[in-house]
């Protein structure tokens, strides 16, 4: 299958019609998937309702089958019709995050949506994104569409278009370009169906701003080895990966110099992972700086394109820095460490 590109630089009016934005609609209405940016990342989208369809994501991404999928939706009538009740402190967090990088997991509808969709669960996972050319896609196409990140199962997420080709091409229908997108890391999961809401997947809102609006906010443990399907997408096996093997270092720069240097000295071509601060401290094969330590959205944005300029660079090994677990650095460390699958090196200070 040939992959489509339909560009969309910039949707002004949303009135205005748009044939590229029809077309890639009419993909997805006869049951093919088209990959879209969303605010966080580019989604892969398909009919929610449609399992075969469903399964064309799988295919595609070599996803798990345990893996629930989130449901994207343009408007509140989309969102009810996939749910079964939505309680008023959901409402509220509706009403102050959507459109935006909040996902809620609420008790599914049943029928609603395709049981592959779910994962068997009952509960279903919804967002309206921010992005125009998301939410017209969707709108157009009258479904409610079930999209998980865009790129094969296991690497970094896709933050242009240019990323998903690189993963999905001829695998899909097409992928509409709107450019690179905005805030570089997935939503934040939140599930909405237990006494206390749960952050299941830390992301583009904070924990911090949850509790401002409905107070509590309680954190999963991790899923990486409990049996049977998690209830959001993220909570189990290896993801974001480059293809080298990435370390995270706990530590000083000199720290990861020292490691940079006894790596390279074994014969290896090492990647440094780095900011604007530290960039100038590092002699590696490459070095690469995603943004700023005084702005963590800053290298939230870029990570994802950082680890797949290591995959053009050959590198045999990455060493990234750590990063501050404060604001979205929350949802920055849980992809790095994802990435590293766990793998950190702590600086001993005798």
Known sequence: MKTRVWVVDNIVDKQQSYPQIREAAEWLRVGEVVAFPTETVYGLGADAANTEAVEKIFAAKGRPSDNPLIVHVATMAQAESVVAAIPPLARTLME???????????????????????????????????????????????????????????????????????????????????????????????????????????????????????????????????????????????????????????????????????????????????????????????VISCGTRRALETVARQLYDALRRFDDANVDLIYSEAFPEEGIGVALMNRLRKAAGGRVIHEQHE
């Open 96 to 286: 102050r995050f959507w459109p935006g990088p909040l996902t809620l997991v609420l008790p599914k509808r049943k029928g609603a949506v395709s049981e592959r969709v779910t994962a068997g669960l009952p509960t279903v996972a919804v967002r309206m994104p921010a992005h125009p050319l998301a939410l017209a896609l969707i709108e157009e196409s009258g479904l409610a569409l079930a999209a998980p990140s865009a790129n094969r199962s296991g690497r970094p997420s896709p933050t242009t278009a240019a990323h998903v080709l690189a993963d999905l091409n001829g695998r899909i229908a097409g992928v509409m370009d709107g450019g690179p997108t905005g805030i570089g890391v997935e939503s934040t999961v939140l599930d909405c169906s237990q006494t206390v809401p749960t952050i299941l997947r830390p992301g583009g809102v904070t924990k911090e701003a949850l509790m401002k609006v409905i107070g509590h906010v309680a954190e999963a443990a991790g899923q990486e080895h409990e049996p049977g399907a998690p209830k959001a997408p993220g909570m189990k096996y290896t993801h974001y990966a480059p293809k080298a093997p990435l370390w995270i270092v706990a530590g000083s720069p000199a720290f990861l110099q020292q490691l940079v240097e006894e790596s390279r000295a074994e014969g290896k071509a090492v990647g440094v992972l780095t900011t604007e601060e530290h960039r100038g401290q590092y002699a590696a094969d490459i």
